[in-house]
């Protein structure tokens, strides 16, 4: 099992938002969607997406149909391996469209005790969810660093605590990466 580093981008955000991280070669894009959602901050609380090559995986939206590719079915690898891509686009809550670049790192052999998935690498805070796609989280931003702005206590009393960007909650971020790196270990054979 090979491991590949990969640097996802939250688009269209100031100040950035991005994450590194260190995954199995063959991890399904339903668990590496879960990942993502745990790496960011995300909540898992919309639909998803992930592009490449002119394809798309994703669920099976049941009152739309559409032609996703399932994504319980198809490995990080599979994509890589039967598009070429540098790059994979994500997209999460398609009423935000939260636009993600995932960018594919370097493959290396697995570090003997490590668990994967590992989040590596954190700069910035995710936007809360449903504060309205990158134009919303613009607003909310402005109106939460400024007192006086009319919309400041509102969305304080929304979001319910201060917010800088700035500072990611990285050892809850690495937490919740790390409890589905155990949650999808391996099992070791037993010898009787």
């Known amino acids: 099992m090979n491991i590949i580093e990969l640097k996802i981008t939250l688009d269209y955000i100031d100040p950035a938002v991005t994450r590194t991280l260190q995954v199995p ?32 995986w994703g669920l099976p939206d049941p009152d739309f149909g559409g032609d996703d590719l399932p994504a319980n079915k198809t490995t990080l690898a599979e994509v890589i ?10 997209l999460y809550d398609f009423g935000d ?4 670049k995932i960018r594919i790192g370097k493959i290396s052999e697995p570090v003997p005790g490590e668990l ?19 134009p919303g989280y613009e607003e909310f931003l402005k109106a939460m660093s400024d007192p006086k702005h009319p919309e400041h206590a509102e969305l304080k009393t929304w979001y319910g605590d201060d917010f800088d960007p700035n500072i990611a909650d990285s050892d809850e971020l690495r937490l919740e990466v790390l409890k589905l790196a155990k949650r999808w270990k391996p099992k070791g054979k037993r010898i009787n």
């Open 25 to 56: 070669a063959n991890i399904r894009l339903d668990r590496l969607h879960l990942t993502i959602q745990a790496a960011m901050g995300w909540t898992n609380s919309h639909l998803y997406m992930f592009e490449a090559g002119g394809a798309t």
């Open 81 to 90: 391996e039967d598009t070429g891509a540098h790059t994979i686009n994500y």
């Open 97 to 100: 469209s939260w636009d993600h």
């Open 116 to 134: 994967y998935p590992r989040l590596t690498d954190i700069a910035g805070r995710c936007p809360p969810e449903d504060v309205g796609g990158a």
